[in-house]
């Protein structure tokens, strides 16, 4: 089955600095989305980028899609000590909605 | 307000007993969706239904089974048969169209004691 599968890290870094995860996945797919996870709660949406578009911009975030790849990634811009979370890649395709295991991220202030 | 709820918060049971997680949803989607979080597993899917009546076998369906009577509602029940229940459980839901988000609830914390 398809699965977005992130790159296996944890990343520790200071408030202010970027962020960069990435995503691979293994088969055709309508979209790609990345949520955020707090810990021992719910996954919340933070955006959306098609099959047929490169990259995709939503105020400090900046997703990118390689489909010739099969990966993403999600870049977080000018990290705040809120940003600590889990976040995760989705795939989207045969009605299945389908996570990554998810990149732990931690901004120290 | 619209929303995805889940009840309860945490939720112990006895080896050998049924249990079901309730999930309930007043956004008006059409897809629904149950995950089971493990540490270090990431989200894996275990049912998923994208009209009433109607619902499909994700990657661990094994030890649970579901029912999806009323758009709103897509109970799940971890049954004697799962092996090793203790998880955190996610209800999900969107609409059909493929390019839409999901909506998660809180999650439910099944502890087997």
């Known amino acids: 089955s398809q699965q977005g599968e992130e790159d296996p890290q944890a990343l520790s870094i200071q408030e202010g600095e970027n962020a960069t995860m990435n995503c691979s996945y293994k088969t055709s797919i309508n979209n790609l989305q990345w949520y955020r996870q707090n810990s021992g709660r719910g996954l919340v949406h933070l955006i959306l980028?098609?099959?047929?578009?490169r990259e995709k911009h939503s105020g400090r975030l900046r997703v990118t899609l390689d489909t010739s790849k099969k990966s993403s990634s999600l870049l977080i811009t000018a990290s705040r000590a809120a940003d600590t979370a889990s976040y995760f890649c989705a795939t989207v395709g045969n009605n299945r909605l389908a996570f990554g295991k998810g990149n732990q991220v931690v901004v120290i202030p | 307000d619209g929303g995805i709820t889940q009840s309860p918060k945490y939720l112990f049971r006895k080896e050998g007993q049924n249990v079901t997680l309730s999930c309930e949803q007043n956004?008006?989607?059409?897809?629904m969706y149950w995950y089971r979080q493990d540490p270090g597993q990431g989200l894996r899917l275990i049912y998923y239904?994208?009209?009433?009546?109607?619902?499909q076998k994700g990657d661990i369906a094994e030890g649970y089974s579901v029912s999806r009577e009323k758009k709103e509602s897509f109970p799940l029940t971890v049954t004697s048969a799962q092996k090793n229940p203790t998880a955190f459980y996610l209800c999900a839901s969107s609409f059909y169209e493929p390019n839409t988000e999901a909506f998660f609830g809180q999650g439910t914390r099944l502890t087997v004691v």
């Open positions: 239904s994208q009209i009433v009546n109607d619902f």
């Open positions: 956004l008006n989607h059409d897809a």
């Open positions: 980028i098609r099959s047929n578009e």
